[in-house]
C-alpha cells in the first residue's frame, strides 16, 4: 500500500520512521541508520514527511525536498501533545505523523544552507564573546589575589596587559607571570577573530537592503539587523507584529482561567539570542532618554510610571514589532513627529 504521510523522528545515528497510508493506517515502522535515510526515502513514492524542527532538522529537510516529498518541521512543543503513553523513538515518530496532518499545527520554514551559515557566524561570536569575558574575568581574580586590581571596562583590563608584559614589574612572581601571559595571549588571539567575524557580519548587512532598513530603527544595530534577517526567514508567516513580539517572547506569558486574565513575566518563547539583543538595544535606547528625555517623550512617560525593566522589555516589544513590519512590508523606519530633534 502507498504511504501518503510518514513521520521522522531524528537523531544522530538512529533514525525512527512511522509512515501510513491514505486511511491513515500504519504501513511501515522502522529503524534505520544514518547511512540508510536517502536510500529508503529514495525508493518511495513523494509523500508528506514530518519532522521536529531540532537540530540537524534542516539539512534533512533540504535533503529529503530534492527527493520531491514535501517536507514540514514542527516546533517540538506542538508534537508533543500527540505522544501517547511513555515517550521513545516509536511513540515520537507517531505523535510527529499525527501532528504533521492536522491543521492547527504551525510549521517552522525550512532555511537554506546560507541562511544558517550566517546564523552560525552570530552564534560562533557569541560563544567566543562570553569565552572572552571568562579570560577577563581569570586574569582579574588571579591578580587580584596577588594584590592587583583595576578599574572596570576596558581601560582597567589594558592596564592589567601591561602589567603583565611589564618584566620590570616585581608584584608578580615568575610562575604569576608565565600563567598569566598565557591567558593574555589567548584573550588576544580571541579578540583578533571576534574582529574577523565582526567584519563579515558587516560585509553581509551592507549588501542585504532588508538589513540596513532594520538598522535605521533606533536600538538596532548591525548585529542586531543581521540576526532578524537570518533567523526570521519568511516574515508572513507572522499575521502581525504583535504575533512576532509573541514569538520572540516578549510579550507575557498568560494562566487565565474562568474569565479571569492573570499575566506573569514574559513568556521567553522563540529564539533567546534574538531577544537579548533586543532588549540590549532597548536598554541603550533607555540611558539615552535619561540624558536626553525631549528626544524620547513616550520612553519618558514611561519611565515615570513604571521600573526601569518593565519599560525595556515593553521597549523591545515595540521595536521588534517595528522590525517585522519593515521587513515583511518594506520601507524605512520613520521618526514619530513627537520624537523628532
Known amino acids: 500500500m502507498q504511504i501518503t504521510t510518514i513521520g521522522l523522528d531524528i537523531a544522530k545515528n538512529v533514525f525512527q520512521v512511522h509512515g501510513v497510508d491514505g486511511a491513515e493506517k500504519v504501513v511501515v515502522r522502522k529503524r534505520l541508520r544514518r547511512s540508510q535515510v536517502i536510500s529508503f526515502f529514495q525508493e518511495l513514492s513523494p509523500c508528506l514527511v ?8 534542516h539539512h534533512w529537510a533540504r535533503e529529503l525536498a530534492k527527493l520531491g516529498h514535501e517536507v514540514r518541521l514542527m516546533p517540538a512543543k506542538d508534537v508533543k501533545a500527540y505522544v501517547k503513553r511513555n515517550k521513545n523513538d516509536a511513540a515520537d515518530a507517531a505523535a510527529i505523523c499525527e501532528a504533521v496532518s492536522r ?4 510549521f517552522v520554514p525550512v532555511k537554506s544552507a546560507e541562511q544558517q551559515a550566517q546564523l552560525m557566524q552570530h552564534r560562533a561570536r557569541d560563544l567566543l564573546m562570553r569565552q572572552r569575558t571568562q579570560l577577563i574575568n581569570a586574569i582579574r581574580a588571579h591578580m587580584a589575589e596577588l594584590g592587583i586590581t583595576a578599574p572596570q571596562g576596558r581601560e582597567g583590563i589594558k592596564q592589567l596587559l601591561a602589567i603583565i608584559g611589564d618584566n620590570g614589574d616585581t608584584r ?16 588576544q588571539a580571541m ?3 571576534i574582529g574577523s567575524l565582526e567584519r563579515r557580519i558587516v560585509a553581509r548587512h551592507r549588501s542585504n537592503q ?4 532594520l538598522q535605521t530603527i533606533p536600538g538596532v544595530g548591525v548585529i542586531g539587523a543581521t540576526a532578524i534577517v537570518a533567523t526570521v526567514t519568511d516574515p508572513t508567516a507572522f499575521r502581525s507584529g504583535r504575533d512576532f513580539a509573541a514569538w520572540v ?11 479571569k486574565p492573570r499575566l506573569g513575566p514574559i513568556s ?3 529564539d533567546r539570542y534574538l531577544r537579548r539583543i533586543l532588549v540590549g538595544g532597548a536598554v541603550s535606547i533607555l540611558r539615552r532618554a535619561k540624558l536626553n528625555p525631549q528626544r524620547y517623550p513616550w520612553v519618558t512617560r514611561l519611565l515615570a510610571r513604571r521600573p526601569f525593566k518593565v519599560v525595556a522589555i515593553a521597549l523591545a516589544n515595540k521595536m521588534a514589532r517595528v522590525a517585522w513590519a519593515l521587513v515583511a512590508k518594506g520601507g524605512t523606519y520613520r521618526i514619530p513627529r513627537l520624537e523628532a530633534v
Open 50 to 57: 514530518g519532522l521536529e524542527a531540532c537540530a540537524t532538522a
Open 103 to 106: 491543521p492547527t499545527v504551525r
Open 172 to 187: 608578580l612572581p615568575i610562575d604569576a607571570r608565565a600563567s598569566l601571559m598565557v591567558l593574555a595571549a589567548q584573550l
Open 191 to 193: 579578540q583578533t577573530t
Open 210 to 213: 532588508d538589513s540596513k532598513r
Open 249 to 259: 517572547g516578549l510579550v507575557p506569558r498568560q494562566d487565565s482561567t474562568g474569565g
Open 268 to 270: 521567553k518563547q522563540g
